[in-house]
């Protein structure tokens, strides 16, 4: 049976008890962990065992740096991130911690504003806070209802079990892929003028090794593909039930408009120094947009394949999963005064970010 065909299926919005992939997906990310101990544990006892051996010292000491680079990682927020504040935007605040109630969820720590037309919601740092990225360019042309079905789909990853996020699983995952780009930016790195002919005698130990991380990475990747997969239709029904299926299906058609809004962003950028002027013409074009081309984006979406390493399922699968949930009545409501309230709090970060598109513009 199709996952498309079992989640249509199934009541609850959260996630079942783990399947043979999941149990081995945390038995592989235990192995990793278990794996970084180890090599932490054995080079501690070359500098005790070898003491005071210099060479015996630095090869612990080399151990041991391998299994710093080998640690759980923990996602970050990337440089220069822009984060509101509660007192920044309170009324923003307030709609996180009404959907976080309504799906039996914490409230948010933090909310990231971005140039990107996307949203993402996930756990950073070692105490784990709960952060939601939020797309001005997404979010700009989203209604009200559309925006609270946004809301939802990513506050619900924080509820329906998304095992790619959990602490065993998520941190193995950036530990072998940190641990991937270190060997092989190291073993891509111009060493010919010191070490000359025999660069190739520490590129290619360094491949080799960076291999043992990229497998493991692909198979932890292949492991939790499905139970991603049908973390995001769970997401989905949560937004559904939040927000109602015509506003979850909103959400999803208008993430096929992402290439256009963006190419929209850009050529107001280009003309115009108006960072508020920017937003407006982004919000024409959708509305500009006719049905005839909507309808072709449709048939486009319909005619993509379920690719080995998507992350997410097809986009025409996730409308006629909500499609199916039509019955089901919204939970909360976003009244437009509200997402206006939110709108002007949020107007020095739609300066900024405008101000990042035409920067990122320059710099292309």
């Known amino acids: 049976m199709s996952l498309f065909e079992e989640v249509s299926g199934q009541d609850s919005q959260r996630a079942r008890q783990p399947d043979l992939a999941a149990v081995a997906a945390y038995v592989v990310a235990a192995f990793i962990h278990l794996t970084t101990l180890a090599v932490a544990v054995l080079g501690g006892w070359l500098v005790v065992a070898t003491w005071p051996s210099p060479v015996g010292i630095v090869i612990g000491l080399l151990v041991i740096a391998l299994a710093v680079q080998m640690r759980p990682r923990f996602p970050k927020l990337p440089a220069g991130s822009r984060v509101l504040r509660r007192a920044e935007a309170p009324t923003l605040y307030g709609l996180l911690d009404r959907v976080s109630n309504a799906l039996g969820g914490r409230p948010l720590d933090a909310i990231v504003v971005d140039q990107h037309f ?84 520490v590129r290619v130990p360094l ?12 198979t932890l990747a292949l492991l939790t593909l499905r139970a991603g997969q049908r973390a995001e239709y769970l997401a989905d029904a949560l937004a559904v039930r939040l927000a109602s299926s015509q506003a979850s299906a ?12 963006m190419r929209a962003l850009t050529f ?26 909507l309808e072709r984006l449709a048939r486009v979406a319909e005619r993509e394949s379920l690719r080995v ?46 101000a990042k598109v035409r920067i990122d513009l320059l710099s292309a």
């Open 118 to 201: 996307n949203a993402s919601a996930g756990w950073v740092g070692l105490r784990q806070r709960r952060v939601l990225t939020l797309g001005l360019p997404l979010w700009n042309v989203l209604s009200p209802a559309e925006r609270l079905a946004l809301l939802g789909h990513e506050i619900g990853h924080f509820v329906n079990g998304d095992l790619r996020r959990g602490l065993v699983v998520g941190t193995a995952l950036n530990a072998v892929g940190e641990l991937h780009l270190l060997l092989r930016q190291a073993a891509d790195m111009r060493g010919d003028e010191i070490l000359g002919g025999f660069t190739f005698l």
């Open 207 to 218: 491949r080799l090794l960076s291999m043992l991380p990229a497998t493991l990475l692909i």
């Open 250 to 261: 909103g959400v999803l058609r208008a993430t096929m408009l992402g290439p256009g809004c």
């Open 268 to 293: 107001a950028a280009q003309r115009s120094r108006d960072t508020g002027g920017i937003w407006q013409v982004e919000r024409e074009f959708v509305a500009g947009i006719p049905r005839t081309e």
């Open 309 to 354: 390493d998507a992350t997410h399922p097809p986009t025409h699968l996730r409308l006629r999963f909500a499609g199916a949930r039509e019955s089901e009545a919204a939970e909360l409501v976003l009244d437009p005064a509200e997402s206006r309230m939110i709108d002007r709090e949020l107007a020095a970060a739609y300066s900024e970010i405008a």
